[in-house]
Each structure stands twice: as C-alpha cells, then as structure tokens.
C-alpha cells in the first residue's frame, strides 16, 4: 500500500491517468472498506482540480447513507430517486450535472456547490452505493471525468464490502 500520492499532469485525462494506479495502490493489501473509501476520497480530493466535495455514499436498507468523504458535512441520508445521487443510484447510471441549480429535486446539502458528477457502485448488478464529487464552478464535470471516475467505481466495487 502507498501512502502518498503525486500528481504532475495538468491537463485533467492525464491527470486521472497518473491518478488511478496510486488509487489502486492506496487500497491494495488494505481489507477495511471505511480505511479505503476514506483514503480514496482524499485522493480524490486532491487529484480532481475542481473538486469541491469528494465522497461516497453506501447503500444501506433502501437508502443511501453517507459514508467516508472529503468536503464539508454533507447530507446524512438521501432516498433512492431523491437529488442526484439518489436518481443516478435509482437509474444505475453516471449522471453529469452541469448545473445543479437547473436538476429537478437537487437536494443542496451545499449551497455553494454547482456542478455535480455521480457514479453508481455496482457489482455482480448489485448496487453498493454511489461516488459523488461536487464543484463550486459550473460545468466542471465532463465526458472525461465520466470515463474516468468509473474506472475508480470498477475499483471501489472490488474492494471487500
């Protein structure tokens, strides 16, 4: 397991290609699911520029509950088909929100946030949860970031939960 993390590119797909191996290194070895989820939001939060909140929620009962992140406190439960996170969880699909104030049901657990990207974790067609990152900048999420962060879903669902 590495426990630093070092980022030189500055064009963003770069960015996510030197950032995902030390992802896959910062969990390798490691069985805590808390210990990696909290590890990987604050790589995360370090390697996506925009980033203004970086996270995952867990599904638990029917609902998401808010698990290890980065950011500032964040909404502690949210339904599935709710805001979102719990729409892209519902949908089982990426959702990239150039605005957030325009996302009918945007639950703004911060104000400040504008831009979201959500990630469903699945596994074996089970959902496990959700990756969230949030942006104070309008459109900061994209097709890249897209791509990229379910490379970090694929990982996260393989991680022992």
């Not at 490379?151 to 393989?158: E, K």
Request: glycine residues 10%.
């Amino acid at each position: 397991m590495s426990d630093t993390l070092e980022l030189h590119a500055t064009d963003k797909t770069s960015r996510y290609r030197e950032l995902l191996p030390q992802l896959g290194s910062l969990v390798e070895g490691e069985p805590d699911l808390v210990a990696n989820l909290a590890n990987l939001s604050a790589a995360l939060m370090h390697g996506i520029e925009a980033a203004s909140w970086a996270g995952f929620y867990i599904l638990r009962d029917g609902e998401l509950v808010l698990g290890p992140f980065q950011g500032k406190v964040a909404c502690v439960r949210i339904g599935l088909g709710r805001g979102v996170c719990g729409t892209a969880a519902a949908e089982r699909r990426t959702l990239v929100v150039r605005d957030v104030l325009e996302f009918p049901g945007h639950i703004a657990c911060d104000p400040d946030s504008r831009s979201e990207i959500v990630v469903p974790l699945v596994r074996g067609g089970q959902l496990l949860g959700v990756l969230d990152v949030d942006s104070r900048h309008p459109a900061a999420f994209d097709e890249v970031d897209a791509a990229h962060l379910a490379d970090v879903a694929a990982l996260v669902a393989r991680l022992s939960w």
